[in-house]
């Protein structure tokens, strides 16, 4: 298996923007994820795509952030708008989905090794 790769984490003002991206070589054409993990807390599911292109939100992220692939290109895209303090945390993508929830962590069995992703006030 290849492992996914993610970049373009950072830090950003409190309604500002940032653009995930994972290479994952292999997986694009299948249903992909992106969870966070903030420090003392488990791990969430915040999007995912299905091999047709059919997206799911977590509830806290809808109408913010906008999971997107280009299978050709062997990429996986997070657009995050509006940040706020809560979204910061550590980002993963995830691929070799086994079936079930798309955003149960358990469901993946290939991962990044994270993006650092940093909203201050």
């Known amino acids: 298996q290849v492992q996914p790769v993610e970049s373009g984490g950072g830090s950003v003002q409190a309604g500002g923007s940032l653009t995930l991206s994972c290479a994952a070589s292999?997986?694009?054409?299948?249903?992909m994820a992106w969870f966070r993990q903030a420090p003392g807390k488990n791990r969430e599911g915040v999007a995912a795509i299905d091999a047709q292109g059919t997206t799911t939100y977590a509830d806290s992220v809808k109408g913010r952030f906008t999971i997107s692939k280009d299978s050709a290109k062997n990429t996986l895209w997070l657009q995050m708008n509006s940040l706020k303090p809560e979204d910061s945390a550590m980002y993963y993508c995830?691929?070799?989905?086994?079936?079930?929830?798309?955003?149960?962590?358990?469901?993946?069995?290939?991962w990044g090794q994270g993006t650092q992703v940093t909203v201050s006030s």
């Open positions: 995830a691929a070799g989905w086994i079936g079930g929830n798309r955003l149960d962590d358990r469901r993946y069995d290939n």
């Open positions: 292999g997986y694009s054409r299948y249903s």
